[in-house]
């Protein structure tokens, strides 16, 4: 485990380790939340680079109704 120091701008530096294992890139977004008294930091990954994560799921379900107040939902 590598420790890293706050900066007086409340900046962290992610060690390089790090940066290669979860191809990082600067100005790549960073979801950060409250887990109890930890805190959790995880990249927000782009609609373009999900792309094909599940090959093989069936994509042949058909979409919802456009326009809601007329949908039969029976």
Same mark, same amino acid.
């Given at each position: 485990?590598?420790?890293?120091? @706050?900066?007086?701008?409340?900046? @962290?530096?992610?060690?390089?380790?790090?940066?290669?294992?979860?191809? @990082?890139?600067?100005?790549?977004?960073?979801?950060?939340?409250?887990?109890?008294?930890?805190?959790?930091?995880?990249?927000?990954?782009?609609?373009?680079?999900?792309?094909?994560?599940?090959?093989?799921?069936?994509?042949?379900?058909?979409?919802?109704?456009?326009?809601?107040?007329?949908?039969?939902?029976?």
């Amino acid at each position: 485990m590598t420790s890293v120091s @706050l900066s007086p701008k409340y900046q @962290l530096v992610i060690p390089k380790d790090i940066r290669r294992m979860f191809n @990082l890139v600067p100005g790549q977004q960073m979801r950060v939340q409250a887990r109890g008294k930890w805190i959790e930091v995880v990249p927000e990954i782009t609609m373009a680079s999900a792309r094909g994560m599940w090959p093989g799921i069936d994509t042949s379900v058909p979409n919802d109704p456009e326009d809601w107040t007329t949908a039969d939902f029976t």
